[in-house]
Protein backbone atom coordinates (compact mmCIF):
# COMPACT_ATOMS: atom_id res chain seq x y z
CA UNK A 1 0.00 0.00 0.00
CA UNK A 2 1.20 3.66 -0.90
CA UNK A 3 0.48 6.53 0.63
CA UNK A 4 0.60 9.69 -0.93
CA UNK A 5 0.07 13.36 0.59
CA UNK A 6 -0.08 16.39 -1.41
CA UNK A 7 0.99 20.01 0.51
CA UNK A 8 1.74 23.21 -0.75
CA UNK A 9 -1.80 24.94 -2.01
CA UNK A 10 -3.26 27.78 -1.20
CA UNK A 11 -4.27 31.24 -2.57
CA UNK A 12 -2.40 32.76 -5.23
CA UNK A 13 -2.61 36.41 -7.52
CA UNK A 14 -2.95 35.54 -11.00
CA UNK A 15 0.83 35.80 -12.17
CA UNK A 16 2.17 34.32 -8.86
CA UNK A 17 3.85 30.85 -8.18
CA UNK A 18 3.31 28.05 -5.87
CA UNK A 19 5.27 24.70 -5.34
CA UNK A 20 2.99 21.26 -4.49
CA UNK A 21 5.08 18.96 -2.70
CA UNK A 22 3.68 14.96 -2.57
CA UNK A 23 5.48 12.90 -0.06
CA UNK A 24 5.14 9.03 -0.73
CA UNK A 25 5.06 6.34 1.90
CA UNK A 26 7.52 4.50 0.02
CA UNK A 27 10.74 4.82 -1.05
CA UNK A 28 9.90 7.06 -4.58
CA UNK A 29 12.70 4.60 -6.67
CA UNK A 30 10.29 1.72 -5.86
CA UNK A 31 7.55 3.56 -7.82
CA UNK A 32 6.90 3.73 -11.65
CA UNK A 33 5.76 6.63 -13.21
CA UNK A 34 4.04 9.67 -10.66
CA UNK A 35 2.84 12.70 -11.67
CA UNK A 36 -0.34 15.34 -11.01
CA UNK A 37 -3.68 15.57 -12.25
CA UNK A 38 -6.33 18.56 -11.35
CA UNK A 39 -9.93 18.55 -10.90
CA UNK A 40 -11.75 22.12 -11.48
CA UNK A 41 -15.29 22.44 -10.29
CA UNK A 42 -17.48 20.43 -12.79
CA UNK A 43 -14.94 19.15 -14.79
CA UNK A 44 -13.32 15.94 -14.89
CA UNK A 45 -10.06 15.17 -13.46
CA UNK A 46 -7.02 15.83 -16.28
CA UNK A 47 -3.76 15.71 -16.29
CA UNK A 48 -1.33 18.00 -15.46
CA UNK A 49 2.16 16.59 -15.73
CA UNK A 50 3.94 13.07 -15.34
CA UNK A 51 7.42 11.94 -14.35
CA UNK A 52 8.97 8.40 -15.09
CA UNK A 53 11.19 6.32 -12.89
CA UNK A 54 13.69 7.27 -15.31
CA UNK A 55 12.69 10.72 -15.43
CA UNK A 56 10.94 11.48 -18.40
CA UNK A 57 8.53 14.20 -18.74
CA UNK A 58 5.12 14.61 -19.89
CA UNK A 59 2.66 18.05 -19.74
CA UNK A 60 -0.26 19.09 -20.46
CA UNK A 61 -0.70 21.35 -23.01
CA UNK A 62 -1.91 24.41 -20.49
CA UNK A 63 1.21 23.37 -17.72
CA UNK A 64 3.91 23.60 -20.66
CA UNK A 65 6.47 26.45 -19.97
CA UNK A 66 4.85 27.27 -16.91
CA UNK A 67 4.91 24.03 -14.66
CA UNK A 68 8.04 21.71 -13.53
CA UNK A 69 7.67 17.71 -12.33
CA UNK A 70 10.55 17.07 -10.68
CA UNK A 71 11.41 13.68 -8.36
CA UNK A 72 13.36 13.82 -5.44
CA UNK A 73 14.67 10.59 -4.56
CA UNK A 74 16.38 11.44 -1.62
CA UNK A 75 13.25 12.86 0.40
CA UNK A 76 10.79 10.26 -1.56
CA UNK A 77 8.49 13.63 -2.88
CA UNK A 78 7.39 14.49 -6.36
CA UNK A 79 7.12 18.53 -7.02
CA UNK A 80 5.48 20.48 -9.28
CA UNK A 81 6.39 23.88 -9.18
CA UNK A 82 4.02 26.44 -11.15
CA UNK A 83 4.70 29.58 -12.11
CA UNK A 84 2.73 32.15 -14.36
CA UNK A 85 -0.53 31.11 -12.46
CA UNK A 86 -4.13 32.03 -13.92
CA UNK A 87 -7.58 31.85 -12.98
CA UNK A 88 -8.08 28.59 -14.57
CA UNK A 89 -5.51 26.80 -12.79
CA UNK A 90 -7.60 26.96 -9.42
CA UNK A 91 -8.56 23.21 -9.02
CA UNK A 92 -7.74 20.62 -6.37
CA UNK A 93 -4.63 18.93 -7.25
CA UNK A 94 -3.95 15.20 -7.05
CA UNK A 95 -0.94 13.39 -6.75
CA UNK A 96 -0.53 10.16 -8.27
CA UNK A 97 1.63 7.22 -8.40
CA UNK A 98 1.95 3.58 -9.81
CA UNK A 99 3.08 0.42 -9.09
CA UNK A 100 2.70 -2.95 -9.82
CA UNK A 101 -0.29 -2.73 -11.63
CA UNK A 102 -1.93 -0.73 -9.12
CA UNK A 103 -3.03 3.06 -8.82
CA UNK A 104 -2.33 5.72 -5.98
CA UNK A 105 -4.14 8.91 -5.17
CA UNK A 106 -3.53 11.50 -2.79
CA UNK A 107 -6.24 13.18 -0.61
CA UNK A 108 -5.77 16.41 -3.04
CA UNK A 109 -4.61 19.87 -2.41
CA UNK A 110 -6.68 23.07 -2.94
CA UNK A 111 -4.75 25.71 -5.73
CA UNK A 112 -7.05 28.36 -5.69
CA UNK A 113 -5.50 31.62 -8.52
CA UNK A 114 -7.45 34.81 -7.70
CA UNK A 115 -7.36 38.30 -6.97
Known amino acids: QVQLVESGGGLVQPGGSLRLSCAASVSVLSLGAMGWFRQAPGKQRELVAT???????NYADSAKGRFTIARDNAKNTVLLQMSSLKPEDTAVYYCYAYQRGTSYWGQGTQVTVSS
Open 51 to 57: ISSGGNT
